[in-house]
């Protein structure tokens, strides 16, 4: 586990940026697995900017996102493919064909969870999978559970992440109960994991997740197991 601290977003940003774009200098055509929230916009802001100078070329390399609001169609402002298109895949030359996110709105959500499995599998698995960590330990949505989700899973938000997320949908009741999400399994299987972490608020549950116990109610806690582990952490 190596464990980068920073003085500000701008600077964890970078520097997490700058993890990423060396995987896509080093292996042009690698599979991303990417995650949405408000921690990674300075990220994909940043590597839009060295795009534009000419330093980072996306057209080989493949994206996998972590999860998707069950129920939203794409085209949702509120929807994570939203989300990406307008933070990330607008601004550069990556191919359609090589976005993949949970299709939230599937009429059949566990046919839709085995696609997304098979389709990772299918690209070789993940090479780099970026993450962020909820109040509560999750990562992606795994939620706290008294077992690690394995695979590719529709899941019941916790209250607190509701809660945590709804000032972006402008009202609780309007944020979506369930939730596609990629399993512990499949985020522990990428080759190397970056972790981001901002504010001081979560300095206790990141603490707990890096050197607590590993439980399934921390999720984040079984990162501690990944043999190329990265934490980018901003107090």
């Keep these: 586990m190596k ?13 997490a940026a700058n993890i990423i774009s060396a995987q ?11 995650a949405t929230g408000s921690t990674p916009i300075g990220i994909y802001t940043q590597l839009v900017k060295w795009y534009d100078k000419g330093d980072l070329d996306f057209s080989d390399v493949s994206t996998v996102n972590l999860d998707e609001y069950c129920g939203l169609p ?16 607008q601004f550069v030359n990556i191919k359609a064909e090589h976005i993949h996110i949970p ?13 997304y499995d098979h389709l990772i599998e299918n690209l070789g698995g993940i090479d780099l999978q970026l993450l962020g960590i909820g109040h509560n330990g999750h990562i992606g949505f795994n939620e706290p559970n008294i077992a690690f989700e394995k695979m590719t899973h529709c899941i019941e938000l916790n ?5 945590a997320n709804s000032k972006y949908f402008g009202a609780l009741d309007q944020v979506p109960q369930k939730a596609i999400t990629v399993g512990i399994r499949l985020i522990m299987q990428a080759r190397k994991i970056l972790l981001v972490v901002n504010g001081k608020d979560k300095k206790a549950i990141l603490e707990q997740a890096l050197f607590g116990p590993v439980t399934p109610e921390v999720p984040a806690s079984i990162l501690q197991m990944h043999p190329n582990l990265t934490v980018v952490v901003c107090d």
């Excluded at 464990?3 to 520097?15: G, H, L, P, Q, V």
Aim: hydrophobic share 25%; glycine share 4%.
């Design 3 to 15: 464990i980068i601290t920073t003085k500000n977003y701008y600077d964890m940003s970078r520097k």
């Design 24 to 34: 896509i200098i080093l292996y042009p055509n690698s599979v991303l697995g990417l």
């Design 74 to 89: 794409p085209s949702d402002s509120q929807s994570y493919r939203y989300f990406m298109q307008k933070n990330l895949f």
């Design 103 to 115: 299709y939230g709105n599937a009429p059949d959500i566990e046919k839709e969870c085995s696609r």
């Design 159 to 163: 209250q607190s992440t509701r809660e």
